[in-house]
């Protein structure tokens, strides 16, 4: 009864909801816990439409609950990011953004996650359509050649963002790991002309702009938020010229933009047009008559205007010098009838195309202070070492050291480790590639530098790993670290 009570509270924000979660609990005959829950799902699954930005799946066109199946493949390839110059994307469906998905709200949604077997790290999803731990996370963890499966409710109706949250957390999401879940209401969204899929993203190379090449990944930059690049839809050019999104004039325009970060905040504004409506955070409340609207890091809105004049509609982050000297600029291109009332002509065309987690804090805290301090003892270090290796090496090796076979090696009585304690620095600092053998079993994979780490941390980590699981003992002092990082640059993070 009590609980009864609380759908109709929390339900009758929604009218619709609220109608239709009644009409579920009557036929299913099980009481729904929550608004957004209408009962168990009814029919044959059903398995979702994915699209490839810019496009979007068509609305569901459902009255009841469904069992939806989600199959994703994620793949690590090398794609342009600008002319010439190329970056190995990790991509979640081969795509940056991400492939689309949509749901309707009370669906009942089976996530299948695959990790192409070419790849080389692990990865997992996070949703933010999820209820419940890590969005999906927790639950998705999958190494390459492998697949994972779990099963939510889309209990709230919303556009959100999907992203991987496998550490490092911001390499997966700087490489191109986000995407957007769109969870329709119950009586779907007003009925548009089109409907387009825009997704921005900043992006860390070594090389500086339009540097020709294939360009790695570079920590540094990302930590420092300096960006190389401000996209949208993970290259510069994906969506001007001949790939520009188009309609015609004297129609709506439905735009899902989404953030995928992983740093900057933008300030999503089209050149000409005015936002008649926006779901402004991906939320049910509309904003109309808007110019600018904010969409956080790991946000999105969905923004509706209608084509009135012909000509092209440049989509910016308003932040200006990410539009022009970053890239992060695409092109709607209306066709039709001019309309002199409303705009007398004179395009503007050519004028404007021109985890750290807390225990890793915790340990960073506590050997800083040993540090200050002078007291930096063994013990010190390898509790410090504990925590970082937690937030840092145990998503690959385990938090045990044991590894995984064929995957990644064991660390635990590792006899590579053990014939030179010192090289494991080298291994941090620069990562490992080729073929390597521990403990009689062969692996042939890489292993991304861990350059973010300053000397302490290193220090501290390996010592651990040294006084951990069987192994020989021994300790790495920062002085160690800092020698090797000297000797040989660090090596761009680079992951392929
Ligand atoms: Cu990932």
Known sequence: MIQGLRTIIVGGAIACGLSAAFGATSEAQAPVKWAGDFGPPQG?????????????????????????????EVVEKNMPISEGVSYTFWTF??????????????????????????????HNIDLHGVTGPGGGAASSFTAPGHESQFTFKALNEGIYVYHCATAPVGMHVANGM??????????GLSKVD???????????????????????????KAIDERPTYVLFNGAEGSLTGDKAITA??????????????????????????????VRFEGGTNTQSNVQTTLIPAGGAAAVEFSTKVPGSYVLVDHSIFRAFNKGALAILKVSGPEDK??????????VYLGDRSQPNLQAVTTAAHAAATGTLTLQDQVQAGQALFAGTCSVCHQANGAGLAG????LAKSDYLGADPKRAIGVVLHGLTGKVSVNGGDYNSVMPPMNQLN??????????????WGNPGGRILTDDVKKVRAAKPAAPAAAH
Request: hydrophobic share 35%.
């Open 178 to 187: 986000y995407g957007l879940i769109l969870v329709e209401p119950p009586e």
């Open 194 to 220: 089109h409907e387009y899929y825009v997704m921005q993203g900043d992006f860390y190379t070594t090389g500086k702009y339009r540097e020709k090449g294939l360009q790695p990944f570079d920590m540094e």
């Open 341 to 350: 009332t409303i705009y007398s002509g004179k395009e503007l065309d050519s």
């Open 407 to 410: 995957v990644f090696p064991p």
């Open 44 to 72: 044959a699954p059903i398995h979702a439409v994915l699209t490839s930005p810019p496009n979007v799946p068509p609305p569901t066109h459902r009255t009841v609950p469904a069992k939806v199946i989600v199959e994703l």
């Open 93 to 122: 469906g081969g795509t940056v953004p991400g492939s689309f998905i949509r749901v309707r709200q009370g669906d009942t949604v089976e996530f299948h996650l695959k990790n192409n077997p070419n790849n080389k790290m692990p």
């Open 455 to 468: 000397d302490d941390e290193v220090a501290n980590i390996l010592t651990y790993v040294l006084n951990s």
């Open 248 to 277: 015609k004039t004297n129609e709506t325009v439905r735009l899902f933009i989404g953030n995928g970060g992983p740093n900057l905040v933008s300030s999503f504004h089209v050149i000409g047009a005015i936002f008649d409506k």
